[in-house]
């Protein structure tokens, strides 16, 4: 690597953005006379539309690198370092082609190689080669890229790879940052009361503060600034592990499912866990039977197992306690899904199984992502009551993810329990009812064409010719039409034309 020939300026700094860009737009004129190129960064596409205008006003030729002309990007770096060249860019890092004094040698050849495709190449590169020295030449007495910017960036690191564009391999170079306290970065750390200090000193209008401890004063703003990005963003960072922790949970027991052949014993897993939670809903343990609520045991059994068992006369026997109403209601619950099983297949039911799983922990993690971004959202008041927003999320999230399992028992058994295999009737009553559908689809797509076969041969106009729209007359929209069919022409074969 050479030692580095590019002389870095000390900031400008002035009372307002209009005077900073009209010292940009002279300076650039300046070099631009001399031939030497001038590379304008700007921190968003406004700006750059706006140097773009006033450089367009001193009838300066330009190029305008920002996201609305992506297609021509590497085209338009590669000649930043030709002569006479005025290039604004939005942000230069990571454009991935390199800014080289008198341009990209083999970028200009393959132009030239595509606007004459006749060519000898090896001629052609030569002839090319030798123009690119010649530029070159030009191009480092004028004193190397030009690089200005507009703004200090509230990341010096972006700052760092604008300035680099300039001064590669000990080439020369010049770079230089224009300022104002209408500035982000400046109004954050009381630009106002610069500016009163400015006014009653005298400060003309265009007249710029140059001097090292600006540069340090700023360099320690942004240094403040990007620490505070930097707790923000690790901030940011600790709420997101608490949901990613359980994404790993909930894509893990996904992905045992999809590789599972056999799903029937965690199915039947949920199935007696629900069944536990009923009887200790509605058969607290340790009380008495006149404190059991067996008529509400009862609906939840038909409502969550699609089963009418005997609760109540289970209940009524000597003896029966919670354990061995539990007991009876699952192996009832297993009974009838064997049926089940019998009734369809053990390879359908298998199938059916995965499918209800996957589509129901799909379903129930996208509304726990939601309800855990709303909290997300107003956690931060916990802090009012001294008490850390973070371990409250955790908390509650936690919380949330347990009751997200458990309604997903609920409903994989809920809807397991609800399957049944169609009869013939209702096969073929959704059979007829594809069958028509299809049929409407196909009359939608037809458009008008269905309603030519209506028409009456003896009603037609004299010489009307169904495929010759020339016998047809010259109807209006809202006539008869003439194939006879009694529509308006609108509806019928003015339709097709």
Known sequence: NKPIARVDEDDRVYRTAAEKFQAMVDEAKTAHAKGQPVLLGTTSIEKSELLSMMLQKEGIKHNVLNARHHEQEAQIVADAGRLNAVTIATNMAGRGTDIQLGGNVDMIVMAALEANPDADPVALRAEEEAKHAEEKKKVLEAGGLCVMASERHESRRIDNQLRGRSGRQGDPGRTCFYLSLEDDLMRIFGSERLDKVLSSLGMKEGEAIIHPWVNKSLERAQAKVEGRNFDM??????????????????????????????????????????????????MPPKTYAEQWDIEGLHAAVLEKLSMDAPVADWAAEEGVDDEQMSERLAEAADQMMQEKTTAFGPESMRNIEKQVLLQTIDAKWREHLLTLEHLRSVVSFRGYAQRDPLNEYKNESFQLFETMLDSLREDVTQQLSRVRPMTDEEQQKMLAEMAARQAAMQQMALGGAAATPEANPEDAAPGFVEDDPSTWGNPSRNDKCPCGSGKKFKHCHGRLT
Do not use: C
């Open 233 to 282: 963003r690790k901030n940011v960072l600790k709420f997101d592990d608490v949901m990613n922790d359980q994404r790993k949970v909930i894509f893990g027991q996904r992905r045992e499912i999809m590789a599972a052949e056999d799903l029937s014993e965690i199915v039947g897993d949920m199935r007696h866990e629900v069944i536990e939670e009923l009887i200790d809903t509605y």
